[in-house]
């Protein structure tokens, strides 16, 4: 598991004229890979990669995505649905 800690002082500049809030930067950010996805790139039919990003921002909300990457450099990537297909033993 990766994790990403940026500095909750630094701000982005908004270049847009009449924005008046500021755009929400995440305070933490997790990247976990998920190990038994077996998808394919809708692309070029080679086997893609998937990662789950949670993120959480300094007014306490959070969100979470799951992204698949192409395995070859076709350079797709996007949101994905993931089915999963292997489950956690239980304990005896």
């Not at 009449?18 to 790139?41: M, N, Q």
């Not at 959480?56 to 994905?80: F, K, N, R």
Request: aromatic letters at 8%; a positive charge; one cysteine or more.
């Amino acid at each position: 598991m990766t994790t990403v800690e940026f500095n909750p002082q630094a701000r982005r500049l908004s270049l847009r004229t009449g924005h008046t809030s500021a755009p929400r930067s995440p305070i933490h950010s997790t990247v976990t890979e998920i190990l038994d996805y077996f998808g394919k790139c809708p692309q070029c039919g080679y086997h893609a990669t998937a990662a789950h990003l949670a993120h959480t921002y300094s007014d306490g909300s959070s969100d979470s995505e799951t992204i698949a990457t192409c395995g070859q450099p076709c350079g797709w990537q996007g949101p994905v649905v993931i089915t999963r297909m292997t489950y956690a033993r239980k304990r005896r």
